[in-house]
């Protein structure tokens, strides 16, 4: 039985096709995962089935019959439920305000809070989401914010769940949780679509995939019924023969200039403890991982560093003021959407020297050219580019300025595999260049293959550290095979229990 089928749908923007021709179907009851590039077309494809866009040409049916949807509403009338890349809740409303908004209960126009309250609370139990539905947005962290939505789509009782790109934000941890309530959904009879960049998850949680790239279905095959594995996929993936292979982590020996210290270092954030007893020492020539479940004081470090935060004790050194940064949410805080492409890759260095058009235009092409930033033209927004692409700008940004010290926080988060290794061998140059770089990341396979030195962060501290050779060991031995697809979580295991609190410290 077919929930979904696209059949030949086609899809632009000016006289760029985000989706030309694509035919294809979703089972009923199938954890259906969409794979491909960044820029693929994938949202594009997802925001048409759930009635944001309408296509240009070509039909779509759910559960055999052909739809034509105007607006989310529709959608939301066949039962189709989506959870957007970017989540659209209020920060201001609490959880119920927002799981409700829309889908309000009411008698006379009076919304019943009291029976939503009690739908919504047996659903968090079912579900096991852990939220308190007083809470307002603002405070939830983003994979309880990420709940909420799944709230959203369970209060309205969707039956076709699509998930763009929920994993990319979320730790080990959390991912794991986030299986489980799939897998649940799944014993309900649910149909769940996922995109993800991330292969093995893709092994783990998929009955099928169906890979985009530029806009065109390029392979399909059911995961465990026809015996997919992982190299065929990343073989489908990146187009490549041989399987995308890491870049080579070869360190130099020479020991470098400690230029960062932080000791014994408490700050307080709304009288709430955010790093005790923090201790940190950072050479140049090394990459020093932070690893741990957001919201443990990552932003903190990352802040403290910049200068942007003043208030907190204990001891701070720093030899450098030569401080570049990826920063977390680089939507809000990266760049600046309404300036050209160009404009944002000066930013840097506008403010000192006069820049003219036409060096800002010769400065961007060179630096895209040399980060493989996929643009039409560096006037355009930075807003036209794909994601993928803007992390990329901002990544050759911070990268080509003139730094000692660079924070990378997530860089590779949403990027597609291609890009993701592209950028993990700039910062691997970068190191060998003794540059001394901090990598806070929630990927624990980047972090593991990236860091000299890896901390796991838990409630503000930093409460165990690995080196190279201890985290080298472990990989090689536990490396990640087809035929033993477990092996891998030792390393895995011991860093994720130091994560959630549940190792002793050393
Ligand atoms: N509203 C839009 N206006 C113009 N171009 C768009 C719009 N939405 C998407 N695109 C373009 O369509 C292409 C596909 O985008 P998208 O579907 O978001 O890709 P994916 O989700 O696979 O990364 C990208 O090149 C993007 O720039
Ligand atoms: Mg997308």
Same mark, same amino acid.
Not at 204 to 226: A, P, W
Not at 231 to 238: F, G, H, K, P, V
Not at 296 to 304: F, V, Y
Not at 366 to 382: I, Y
């Given at each position: 039985?077919?929930?979904?089928?696209?059949?030949?749908?086609?899809?632009?923007?000016?006289?760029?096709?985000?989706?030309?021709?694509?035919?294809?179907?979703?089972?009923?009851?199938?954890?259906?995962?969409?794979?491909?590039?960044?820029?693929?077309?994938?949202?594009?494809?997802?925001?048409?089935?759930?009635?944001?866009?309408?296509?240009?040409?070509?039909?779509?049916?759910?559960?055999?019959?052909?739809?034509?949807?105007?607006?989310?509403?529709?959608?939301?009338?066949?039962?189709?439920?989506?959870?957007?890349?970017?989540?659209?809740?209020?920060?201001?409303?609490?959880?119920?305000?927002?799981?409700?908004?829309?889908?309000?209960?009411?008698?006379?126009?009076?919304?019943?809070?009291?029976?939503?309250?009690?739908?919504?609370?047996?659903?968090?139990?079912?579900?096991?989401?852990?939220?308190?539905?007083?809470?307002?947005?603002?405070?939830?962290?983003?994979?309880?914010?990420?709940?909420?939505?799944?709230?959203?789509?369970?209060?309205?009782?969707?039956?076709?769940?699509?998930?763009?790109?929920?994993?990319?934000?979320?730790?080990?941890?959390?991912?794991?949780?986030?299986?489980?309530?799939?897998?649940?959904?799944?014993?309900?009879?649910?149909?769940?679509?996922?995109?993800?960049?991330?292969?093995?998850?893709?092994?783990?949680?998929?009955?099928?995939?169906?890979?985009?790239?530029?806009?065109?279905?390029?392979?399909?095959?059911?995961?465990?019924?026809?015996?997919?594995?992982?190299?065929?996929?990343?073989?489908?993936?990146?187009?490549?023969?041989?399987?995308?292979?890491? #870049?080579?982590?070869?360190?130099?020996?020479?020991?470098?200039?400690?230029?960062?210290?932080?000791?014994?270092?408490?700050?307080?954030?709304?009288?709430?403890?955010?790093?005790?007893?923090?201790?940190?020492?950072?050479?140049?020539?090394?990459?020093?991982?932070?690893?741990?479940?957001?919201?443990?004081?990552?932003?903190?470090?990352?802040?403290?560093?910049?200068?942007?935060?003043?208030?907190?004790?204990?001891?701070?050194?720093?030899?450098?003021?030569?401080?570049?940064?990826?920063?977390?949410?680089?939507?809000?805080?990266?760049?600046?959407?309404?300036?050209?492409?160009?404009?944002?890759?000066?930013?840097?260095?506008?403010?000192?020297?006069?820049?003219?058009?036409?060096?800002?235009?010769?400065?961007?092409?060179?630096?895209?050219?040399?980060?493989?930033?996929?643009?039409?033209?560096?006037?355009?927004?930075?807003?036209?580019?794909?994601?993928?692409?803007?992390?990329?700008?901002?990544?050759?940004?911070?990268?080509?300025?003139?730094?000692?010290?660079?924070?990378?926080?997530?860089?590779?988060?949403?990027?597609?595999?291609?890009?993701?290794?592209?950028?993990?061998?700039?910062?691997?140059?970068?190191?060998?260049?003794?540059?001394?770089?901090?990598?806070?990341?929630?990927?624990?396979?980047?972090?593991?293959?990236?860091?000299?030195?890896?901390?796991?962060?838990?409630?503000?501290?930093?409460?165990?550290?690995?080196?190279?050779?201890?985290?080298?060991?472990?990989?090689?031995?536990?490396?990640?095979?087809?035929?033993? #697809?477990?092996?891998?979580?030792?390393?895995?295991?011991?860093?994720?229990?130091?994560?959630?609190?549940?190792?002793?410290?050393?």
């Amino acid at each position: 039985m077919k929930a979904i089928e696209f059949n030949e749908i086609t899809k632009s923007f000016g006289d760029f096709y985000a989706n030309s021709g694509i035919t294809f179907s979703i089972n009923k009851n199938d954890v259906h995962c969409i794979l491909g590039e960044n820029g693929a077309g994938k949202t594009t494809l997802m925001n048409i089935l759930y009635g944001i866009h309408k296509p240009d040409s070509g039909k779509l049916l759910i559960n055999g019959s052909e739809v034509h949807f105007n607006s989310p509403l529709d959608a939301i009338s066949h039962k189709i439920g989506m959870v957007h890349q970017h989540f659209m809740l209020i920060e201001d409303f609490s959880v119920l305000e927002n799981v409700i908004l829309g889908n309000e209960i009411s008698e006379f126009d009076v919304i019943d809070f009291k029976k939503s309250r009690e739908i919504i609370n047996a659903l968090i139990k079912k579900y096991r989401l852990n939220l308190n539905i007083e809470c307002k947005i603002s405070d939830l962290n983003i994979s309880q914010q990420q709940k909420v939505e799944i709230l959203k789509l369970l209060y309205r009782n969707s039956d076709i769940l699509i998930f763009d790109e929920p994993t990319s934000v979320l730790s080990p941890v959390e991912i794991h949780e986030f299986f489980k309530i799939v897998d649940e959904f799944k014993s309900e009879g649910k149909t769940v679509i996922f995109i993800t960049h991330k292969l093995k998850e893709v092994m783990e949680i998929s009955d099928k995939v169906t890979v985009l790239s530029r806009g065109k279905v390029t392979f399909e095959k059911r995961t465990k019924d026809e015996g997919l594995d992982l190299s065929e996929l990343s073989r489908a993936i990146t187009g490549k023969e041989e399987t995308h292979s890491d #870049p080579e982590n070869i360190k130099n020996d020479t020991e470098g200039e400690v230029v960062l210290t932080m000791k014994d270092i408490c700050l307080f954030k709304d009288k709430l403890p955010k790093l005790k007893d923090f201790e940190i020492r950072l050479s140049r020539g090394e990459i020093y991982g932070v690893c741990g479940v957001e919201g443990n004081g990552q932003n903190e470090i990352a802040d403290l560093i910049m200068g942007f935060e003043n208030n907190y004790s204990g001891e701070l050194i720093r030899l450098t003021k030569k401080v570049s940064i990826i920063p977390e949410d680089r939507n809000k805080k990266g760049m600046i959407k309404e300036y050209s492409i160009g404009e944002n890759f000066v930013l840097k260095f506008k403010r000192n020297r006069y820049v003219s058009d036409n060096q800002v235009r010769k400065i961007s092409e060179d630096v895209s050219q040399n980060f493989d930033v996929r643009l039409s033209s560096v006037d355009s927004d930075l807003d036209s580019l794909s994601g993928g692409n803007q992390q990329k700008v901002i990544f050759a940004r911070e990268l080509t300025a003139d730094n000692d010290i660079i924070i990378l926080m997530h860089p590779t988060r949403g990027v597609d595999i291609n890009a993701s290794g592209f950028i993990h061998k700039k910062i691997l140059e970068e190191r060998n260049k003794m540059k001394a770089i901090l990598l806070i990341s929630s990927d624990l396979d980047e972090l593991i293959k990236l860091s000299d030195r890896l901390g796991v962060i838990y409630n503000g501290k930093i409460v165990k550290e690995f080196d190279k050779s201890e985290l080298n060991r472990n990989y090689a031995e536990g490396q990640f095979s087809e035929k033993n #697809p477990k092996n891998k979580f030792d390393i895995y295991e011991k860093i994720g229990m130091y994560m959630i609190g549940l190792a002793d410290e050393e």
